[in-house]
């Protein structure tokens, strides 16, 4: 069913770049498994309910926000609606990559985005960029910490409370680590910089602005010691991996630490997932109408069906990520008694300082209060990839090398075989 429609996708893709025109045709771009992809029919149907019009969903998607940022820098690809996470928004904003949102057009009644909004996502999105505010580009999707996804038959709470874990030569081979540069980055460089932090000398703010050479050495240094221990650099792969038993550690997002939880429960096996005591980054991915849009109307659509709390809650259930959409609606979908209270007072206000949900998907207070969110490096970017390159790059070098060297091998001696051939069938050839 998933080919078949992927296929349709492709053939309303190719239409549309052969004709050029597609005012009934809306291209997103989203990461993969972040969408329960049922919504997306419905979309179609709602859109035609409220404007009478057509619409069909083009659904592409990336595993790295870096990705899908060329596409669009680079690429100039007419995708309506694209979701990167809060650096990448400001990149965009600082590079005029965006066009500003009209929900005004759409109306009182069915404008989820305005009804839903949280006002701690709006605070946050106002910090992305101090120039421009974010809010009025930009709808939050899903948020959540980056931490470590843990075995807990194996690995213990203590052992998984500190970034050093990656480096722990109890679970080297074990080790998973998100192919994402910013997202290890900042994690290790709070690692390293810990004294610092305790100290006061320096802010988790700092860090998160910190891409001199000196810090990109350390890191460097630090993650070449980790990489003979890793199993493997997954953009997707890190979470079933883990549910198999084959992973006992994970450096990962905090929804797929939800999904893999629950897979792994139903067979036997047993995950946890914390932020480390250390600090972490808190990240905030957002829906988004880039400047080479050409569906700007039925993209704002788009952007306020997301935010319907009951397509919200589906999301979320489908994918493990949790929904910015700060109605109550969603945060009562959330609540199971069986589990501890958390401190959720600055996302929904003072009536939930003590929920009952799960504290992976909405991190208490005061772990909130121990992250902070990243931010665009602006052309320094170029300086971690190199690096993060180098760290993976030779990781593969020896092997890579000789595979090179063997199939250079075999096209020098297919060439010449087949030039003495040549050779020999027509002697008086010029
Ligand atoms: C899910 C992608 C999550 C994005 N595959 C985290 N920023």
Request: aromatic share 16%.
């Given at each position: 069913m998933k080919i078949k429609l992927l296929a349709f996708a492709a053939l309303i893709a190719a239409a549309v770049s052969c004709t050029g025109?597609?005012?009934?045709v809306l291209k997103v771009y989203n990461w993969s498994d972040?969408?329960?992809?049922?919504v997306l029919p419905e979309f179609e149907e709602w859109y035609k309910e409220m404007t009478g019009e057509e619409i069909h969903v083009v659904y592409q998607t990336f595993d790295v926000n870096e990705t899908m940022l060329s596409k669009i820098?680079?690429?100039?690809?007419?995708?309506?609606v694209v979701c990167p996470s809060d650096y990448i928004i400001e990149r965009m904003l600082n590079n005029g990559l965006l066009l500003p949102l009209d929900?005004?057009?759409?109306p009182e009644d069915i404008n989820y985005i305005e009804l839903n909004r949280s006002p701690y996502i709006q605070g946050v999105f106002r910090s992305i960029n101090p120039s421009i505010d974010a809010n009025e580009y930009s709808v939050a999707y899903m948020w959540g910490t980056t931490g470590i996804l843990y075995n807990s038959d194996e690995v213990t709470l203590e052992e998984a409370s500190t970034w050093d874990i990656i480096r722990n030569p109890k679970f080297a081979g074990r080790v998973l680590i998100k192919d994402a540069p910013r997202d290890v980055y900042g994690p290790v460089l709070i690692y390293l910089k810990q004294n610092e932090l305790k100290e006061g000398t320096v802010t988790l703010e700092d860090l998160m602005h910190d891409s001199s050479d000196e810090s990109i050495a350390a890191v460097e240094a630090y993650l070449k010691q980790v990489k003979d221990g890793v199993l493997g650099w997954e953009a997707d792969f890190g979470k079933e991996q883990m549910t198999k038993g084959r992973g006992l550690v994970s450096l990962n997002w905090s929804g797929d630490a939800v999904w893999a939880i629950e897979e792994a429960g139903e067979v036997g096996v047993n995950l946890d997932y914390l932020v480390p005591e250390e600090g972490s980054t808190v990240w905030f991915d957002g829906w988004v109408i880039p400047k080479?849009?050409?569906?700007i109307k039925a993209a704002t659509y788009f952007i306020d069906f997301m935010c319907r709390p009951d397509i919200a809650i589906r999301n979320m259930e489908e994918t493990g990520y949790v929904s910015a959409n700060g109605s109550l609606e969603v945060l009562e979908s959330q609540i199971d008694e069986e589990l501890e209270p958390v401190d959720l007072s600055y996302f929904?206000?003072?009536?939930?300082?003590?929920v009952r949900v799960d504290p992976v998907l909405y991190p208490d207070r005061a772990v909130i209060e121990r992250c902070a969110l990243e931010h665009d490096w602006g052309a320094d970017t170029d300086k971690l990839l190199a690096m993060w390159s180098r760290v993976k790059g030779d990781n593969a070098g020896v092997s890579t090398i000789v595979v090179i060297v063997l199939a250079a091998a075999a096209i020098i001696v297919v060439l010449v075989t087949k030039g003495r051939k040549k050779r020999h069938r027509n002697p008086y050839r010029r």
């Open positions: 025109e597609r005012a009934d972040y969408i329960d992809e049922s820098e680079k690429g100039h690809e007419d995708y309506d929900f005004a057009s759409i080479y849009a050409k569906n929904f206000g003072e009536e939930a300082s003590a």
